[in-house]
Nanobody, 115 residues
């Protein structure tokens, strides 16, 4: 059974930092493209950051220079380091694994940026 378990969300003040983790079981992370998505209330889910099998990364324009995605294949875990957080970053963040037609999602972790 494939499971993606996000952690690390919470409440943080504007300008603060959080690191999200996505622990993956049931598949080998090394052969999957991985991504972090987010969904704010009333909005569509959007891609925040992605990392390919070859460690090529891509980011939404809104988070470039502030967020960093990385993967540790040995730990089967993907991370999202989020710095200089803004109120508009408030959302539920989801981890995603993708390989050909196989797509898996985690349950999400809430990130709230507020003073």
């Amino acid at each position: 059974q494939v499971q993606l378990a996000e952690s690390g969300g919470g409440l943080v003040q504007p300008g603060g930092s959080l690191r999200l983790s996505c622990a993956v079981s049931g598949i080998s992370l090394s052969i999957y493209g991985m991504g972090w998505y987010r969904q704010a209330p009333g909005k569509q889910r959007e891609l925040v950051a992605g990392i390919s099998i070859g460690d090529t990364t891509n980011y939404a324009d809104s988070v470039k220079g502030r967020f960093n995605i990385s993967r540790d294949n040995a730990k089967n875990t993907v991370y999202l380091q989020m710095n200089s957080l803004k109120a508009e970053d408030t959302a539920v963040y989801y981890c995603n694994a993708r390989r050909r037609s196989a797509v898996y999602w985690g349950q999400g972790t809430q990130v709230t940026v507020a003073s």
